[in-house]
DNA sequence: AGGTATTCACATGAAACTATTCTCTGAGTTAGG
DNA sequence: TAACTCAGAGAATAGTTTCATGTGAATACCTGT
């Protein structure tokens, strides 16, 4: 019996076409990144000075999702660490994520959050922002040293605090007398400079790098080279890759995506029992992200998000007439409330929520105007049909229906 | 027929309000010396 | 006396309401032929 199930083991454990997951896991940090030599040169130049205790530029780097932005800054950062400790320089280089929402959605979360990772006591907030600031100060200005802090998706905080935080932290460095900083801002949205304080963007845009997509080439030598990591020799034909890389190429050259769906294409293949990854579970792979995406915006939104998209949904289904307006939608989510005894809100707000649905993609939304009919959103559903009976249910279950 | 004015049904903005969540403070409590 | 707990206070946030203003084009209304 014992001998039975030790074989069993084995099997599970010898089928398995994995050699090392974690290589194709989002935070794993490659010796070295293909295709971005020149990136990464920029990079260390502009933030070489350090190492001399002299200020570098701030840094402005931008490029789509999945284009090694993170990567690349990250790199550089360990390297000039090293190098330091092997010079007996004192750097300091900070990394903050300012999409975590945890993590920093406010300004003294994120000061809060930088202190703590310096080593400072826990978050200390009194008179809030303030008081966060002195401490920051107090803790960078102890003796001379610079201090590079790098802000990765920094577009988040711009929108979600307003421009003058950035201000004042470049602002920052005359109120030191002894320590530098050096900001670094990561962003994905390339239009983000041009919206923010003009005096914000010649200082933090002193220096700016820009990281283009990848092509499917390109993207193909990238996921070469994890998979020689990553799986047993003979698991991954060159079909399979080339296929991952189109696909990612097509979503605007994002590696992070092109493995994803080699993970998951793995990871499928491996619970079928395949001794190889077949090209049809990259097909399925995709299927796959597309959905838990969907299936986890729908499952994770407010109640009245839910109510609003259960609203619509089940107008699609009902009318078949050609096109839903947001008055339809707040007609039948009024009756939908007083069924389900939830709160009715304005059509105000229901029109902000229908503008939310579209920009998770989950509808598309345009304002059309019909004339002397007044002007309105026409409101579609957005994925594919073959989901609605899932997300259907899962809004029925999520909102007790 | 061709031009102009209206008008609808919301969109879009700004400001104010509300409930809830944080964090800190300081009083009161407890335990150890 | 130091450490510890816990209620209350002040501030921040997210979500929403209220008030105000904007808007694209189908339609109603002219106008002169």
Same mark, same amino acid.
């Given at each position: 019996?014992?001998?039975?199930?030790?074989?069993?083991? %084995?099997?599970?454990?010898?089928?398995? @076409?994995?050699?090392?997951?974690?290589?194709?896991?989002? !935070?794993?940090?490659?010796?070295?990144?293909? $295709?971005?030599?020149? /990136?990464?040169?920029?990079?260390?130049?502009?933030?070489?000075?350090?190492?001399? #205790?002299?200020?570098?530029?701030?840094?402005?780097?931008?490029?789509?999702?999945?284009?090694?932005?993170?990567?690349?800054?990250?790199?550089?950062? /360990?390297?000039?660490?090293?190098?330091?400790?092997? @010079?007996?320089?004192?750097?300091?280089?900070?990394?903050? !994520?300012?999409?975590?929402?945890?993590?920093? %959605?406010?300004?003294?979360?994120?000061?809060?959050?930088?202190?703590?990772?310096?080593?400072?006591?826990?978050?200390?907030?009194?008179? =809030?922002?303030?008081?966060?600031? #002195?401490?920051?100060?107090?803790?960078? %200005?102890?003796?001379?040293?610079?201090?590079?802090?790098?802000?990765?998706?920094?577009?988040?905080?711009?929108?979600?605090?307003?421009?003058?935080?950035?201000? #004042?932290?470049?602002?920052?460095? #005359?109120?030191?007398?002894? +320590?530098?900083?050096?900001?670094?801002?990561?962003?994905?949205?390339?239009?983000? &400079?041009?919206?923010?304080? =003009?005096?914000?963007?010649?200082?933090?845009?002193?220096?700016?790098?820009?990281?283009? =997509?990848?092509?499917?080439?390109?993207? /193909?030598? *990238?996921?070469?080279?994890?998979?020689?990591?990553?799986?047993?020799?003979?698991?991954?034909?060159?079909?399979?890759?080339?296929?991952?890389?189109?696909?990612?190429?097509?979503? $605007?050259?994002?590696?992070?995506?092109?493995?994803?769906?080699?993970?998951?294409?793995?990871?499928?293949?491996?619970?079928?029992?395949?001794?190889?990854?077949?090209?049809?579970?990259?097909? +399925?792979?995709?299927?796959?992200?597309?959905?838990?995406?969907?299936?986890?915006?729908?499952?994770?939104?407010?109640?009245?998000?839910? @109510?609003?998209?259960?609203?619509?949904?089940?107008?699609?289904?009902?009318?078949? *007439?050609?096109?839903?307006?947001?008055?339809?939608?707040?007609?039948?989510?009024? %009756?939908?409330?007083?069924?389900?005894? !939830?709160?009715?809100?304005?059509?105000?707000?229901?029109?902000?929520?229908?503008?939310?649905?579209?920009?998770?993609?989950?509808?598309?939304?345009?304002?059309?105007?019909?004339?002397?009919?007044?002007?309105?959103?026409?409101?579609?559903?957005?994925?594919?049909? $073959? &989901?609605?009976?899932?997300?259907?249910?899962?809004?029925?279950?999520?909102?007790?229906?």
């Amino acid at each position: 019996m014992g001998a039975q199930l030790n074989k069993i083991f %084995d099997n599970a454990m010898n089928s398995s @076409l994995f050699k090392n997951k974690a290589v194709l896991q989002a !935070n794993f940090v490659p010796e070295s990144i293909p $295709h971005r030599d020149a /990136q990464v040169e920029q990079v260390a130049g502009i933030l070489v000075p350090i190492l001399r #205790s002299e200020r570098p530029s701030n840094l402005f780097v931008y490029g789509k999702t999945g284009t090694g932005k993170t990567l690349s800054v990250q790199y550089v950062r /360990q390297e000039l660490q090293k190098k330091a400790v092997e @010079l007996g320089v004192d750097i300091r280089i900070e990394y903050i !994520n300012c999409k975590l929402k945890k993590v920093a %959605d406010t300004e003294y979360r994120i000061l809060a959050a930088l202190i703590q990772q310096m080593g400072g006591k826990v978050a200390e907030t009194g008179l =809030p922002t303030e008081q966060v600031y #002195s401490k920051f100060i107090e803790m960078i %200005d102890d003796k001379k040293q610079v201090v590079i802090i790098i802000f990765d998706e920094i577009d988040q905080i711009i929108k979600k605090i307003s421009d003058d935080f950035l201000y #004042s932290l470049t602002r920052l460095n #005359s109120e030191l007398s002894k +320590a530098q900083i050096c900001l670094i801002g990561i962003s994905n949205d390339v239009t983000f &400079l041009e919206n923010i304080d =003009p005096r914000v963007r010649s200082s933090l845009g002193e220096e700016e790098i820009v990281f283009p =997509p990848y092509n499917a080439l390109q993207l /193909q030598d *990238i996921l070469n080279e994890r998979c020689k990591l990553a799986f047993k020799d003979g698991v991954v034909d060159d079909g399979v890759i080339s296929k991952c890389a189109a696909f990612a190429a097509r979503e $605007h050259g994002d590696a992070r995506r092109a493995l994803d769906l080699l993970r998951i294409a793995g990871e499928l293949s491996e619970r079928e029992g395949s001794a190889k990854i077949d090209l049809k579970y990259i097909d +399925a792979a995709n299927d796959k992200i597309e959905k838990d995406k969907i299936f986890d915006i729908v499952s994770t939104a407010p109640k009245q998000f839910q @109510l609003i998209l259960y609203s619509i949904l089940k107008l699609t289904r009902e009318k078949k *007439i050609e096109s839903i307006f947001t008055g339809d939608v707040f007609n039948y989510y009024q %009756d939908l409330c007083k069924r389900t005894h !939830n709160e009715i809100l304005t059509q105000r707000r229901i029109s902000d929520i229908i503008g939310e649905t579209d920009m998770l993609g989950l509808t598309n939304a345009n304002v059309i105007s019909k004339g002397r009919h007044g002007r309105t959103k026409e409101i579609k559903l957005a994925f594919a049909d $073959h &989901l609605l009976d899932k997300i259907e249910s899962i809004l029925i279950e999520s909102l007790g229906l």
